[in-house]
């Protein structure tokens, strides 16, 4: 990939703890580097194709001049998501801020931080076996558009299903969305879960019981996670036949990060054999 890069660009603002960095502009350096492609541009020679460095300076400035934070942490993660969400294309943001002027003793240059956020690839399973079961996958994908932390959110063909799991008694309704999201995935999950109990889920009922909202992390980029409460990929995605056809709708060759094969042959395999996968 291609980058963009402002270098050192100086910016006088209040950010800082203390009470006279709220009302006295001190010094920022700001750095960021774009990670986007160039192709467009390059074949073109247009500059609508690409993020104009002018525009994104006058951004960071008026971000600056328009807030402030007790940490320069959080001014630097709040330009990077502005420009993530602001600037199509843009792959990943590098940001340094540098505070020459820190009150603080002793000899420095500066003290900064530096800042690296993304744009992550999420695959999510949603299902709903009680009431208005296309509602609640309604209110569930448009909780997610509606979410500037996502963006192409995209939804496959609704299924029904038997119920899964030897507690749930009524038929399930189905789907998986593909999107991207700037959430890290303990932050993903708890935004999920916040839109499960915007749906009335009742967490009192026994585990795989029947429920309105029922939302999964299938994927989280190629990332494999094993904590107690949140495990990426999906432990028993491979054995959910609801999970594994409509899956096949955005991208038959993912390849599982654990298991090493294409979504495809879990798919052909599990339609084959309809046994669980070990």
Same mark, same amino acid.
């Given at each position: 990939?291609?980058?963009?890069?402002?270098?050192?660009?100086?910016?006088?603002?209040? +950010?800082? /703890?203390?009470?006279?960095?709220? *009302?006295?502009?001190?010094?920022?350096?700001?750095?960021?580097?774009?990670?986007?492609?160039?192709? !467009?541009?390059?074949?073109?020679?247009?500059?609508?194709?690409? $993020?104009?460095? !002018?525009?994104?300076?006058?951004?960071?400035?008026?971000?600056?001049?328009?807030?402030?934070?007790?940490?320069?942490?959080?001014?630097? *993660?709040?330009?990077?998501?502005?420009?993530?969400?602001?600037?199509?294309?843009?792959?990943?943001?590098?940001?340094?801020?540098?505070?020459?002027?820190? &009150?603080?003793?002793?000899?420095?240059?500066?003290?900064? $931080?530096?800042?690296?956020?993304?744009?992550?690839? /999420?695959?999510?399973?949603?299902?709903?076996?009680?009431?208005?079961?296309?509602?609640?996958?309604?209110?569930?994908?448009?909780?997610?558009?509606?979410?500037?932390?996502?963006?192409?959110?995209?939804?496959?063909?609704?299924?029904?299903?038997?119920?899964?799991?030897?507690?749930?008694?009524?038929?399930?309704?189905?789907? *998986?969305?593909?999107?991207?999201?700037?959430?890290? &995935?303990?932050?993903?999950?708890?935004?999920?879960?916040?839109?499960?109990?915007?749906?009335?889920?009742?967490?009192?009922?026994?585990?795989?019981?029947?429920?309105?909202?029922?939302?999964?992390?299938?994927?989280?980029?190629?990332?494999?996670?094993?904590?107690?409460?949140?495990?990426? &990929? +999906?432990?028993?995605?491979?054995?959910?036949?609801?999970?594994?056809?409509?899956?096949?709708?955005?991208?038959?060759?993912? /390849? +599982?990060?654990?298991?090493?094969?294409?979504?495809?042959?879990?798919?052909?395999?599990?339609?084959?054999?309809?046994?669980?996968?070990?």
């Amino acid at each position: 990939m291609d980058s963009i890069i402002l270098k050192d660009f100086e910016v006088l603002a209040c +950010h800082g /703890v203390n009470p006279e960095e709220k *009302v006295d502009k001190q010094r920022f350096l700001i750095t960021a580097e774009i990670v986007t492609d160039f192709t !467009s541009a390059s074949e073109t020679d247009d500059i609508s194709n690409t $993020v104009s460095y !002018s525009e994104l300076k006058k951004d960071i400035k008026a971000f600056c001049d328009e807030n402030s934070f007790n940490l320069i942490e959080t001014l630097g *993660v709040k330009i990077a998501e502005r420009i993530l969400k602001k600037y199509a294309g843009v792959k990943c943001v590098e940001l340094t801020v540098k505070k020459p002027d820190a &009150p603080m003793s002793g000899n420095f240059d500066y003290a900064g $931080v530096k800042i690296s956020r993304k744009w992550h690839r /999420v695959y999510l399973s949603l299902g709903s076996n009680l009431g208005d079961k296309n509602g609640y996958l309604d209110l569930a994908v448009n909780a997610l558009k509606a979410d500037d932390n996502f963006k192409g959110v995209k939804e496959s063909k609704r299924m029904r299903s038997a119920p899964y799991g030897g507690y749930a008694t009524e038929e399930f309704l189905n789907s *998986v969305v593909e999107c991207e999201t700037l959430y890290n &995935p303990r932050k993903l999950l708890a935004v999920l879960q916040g839109i499960e109990d915007e749906g009335g889920r009742d967490r009192t009922v026994v585990h795989w019981g029947n429920r309105t909202l029922d939302l999964d992390i299938l994927f989280y980029d190629r990332e494999v996670i094993c904590e107690k409460d949140l495990c990426i &990929p +999906h432990p028993d995605m491979v054995n959910r036949f609801f999970v594994l056809y409509p899956f096949m709708e955005f991208n038959c060759n993912f /390849v +599982h990060p654990v298991l090493n094969k294409r979504m495809s042959e879990l798919y052909d395999y599990y339609k084959n054999n309809k046994i669980r996968y070990c």
